[in-house]
């Protein structure tokens, strides 16, 4: 595990709030200057702390305005291999993540919809479909609070 300090964690908490900051800008911030805040977030790439930028897409502005969680168990383990299942279910575009958790469900899939009634088409014509697909259980999200979580 890679040594981390107090500078790297202001770091990483001000670009998981911020993933566009430059090194001269978070140099500014945190003291330092161009090059040494480069060869931080270097490190910290390098070290595979720092897995990548991404820009967040707000969906409701694109008119994606349902998030549904979607629990999905496996009709029978063993009829169909879960990459089989992982690959197919990825290929659906409202599909965000794909999760294979430990639990009463095989799989907690995140899918964005324009409305319930595009959910409903989703998951009748695309999920229900799909070799495997045993029990659902859809839980639709109300509200979201991002937390970054501990660094």
Same mark, same amino acid.
């Given at each position: %595990? /890679?040594?981390?300090? #107090? /500078? ?9 709030? #911020?993933? /566009? +900051? ?21 490190? +910290? ?9 991404? $820009?967040?897409? #707000?969906? *409701? ?39 294979? $958790? ?17 959910? *409903? ?6 999920? %229900? /479909?799909?070799?495997? $697909?045993?029990? $659902? ?15």
């Amino acid at each position: %595990m /890679t040594e981390i300090d #107090d /500078t790297d964690r202001a770091f990483l908490r001000a670009l998981s709030a #911020d993933a /566009t +900051l430059s090194a001269g800008e978070l140099g500014r911030r945190f003291g330092l200057s161009q090059p040494a805040a480069w060869r931080r977030v270097k490190r +910290l790439s390098d070290a595979g702390i720092l897995a990548g930028r991404r $820009v967040e897409i #707000d969906h *409701e502005a694109l008119g994606f305005g349902v998030t549904v969680f979607l629990g999905v168990k496996l009709a029978a383990k063993g009829r169909v291999s879960l990459e089989d299942f992982e690959r197919a279910v990825a290929a659906i575009p409202e599909v965000q993540l794909v999760h294979h $958790v430990l639990g009463l469900y095989d799989y907690r899939l995140r899918i964005v919809a324009r409305d319930l009634s595009d959910f *409903e088409r989703i998951l009748r014509r695309r999920i %229900m /479909t799909l070799q495997g $697909v045993g029990e $659902v259980e859809a839980n639709v999200l109300l509200s979201e609070e991002r937390r970054p979580g501990p660094i």
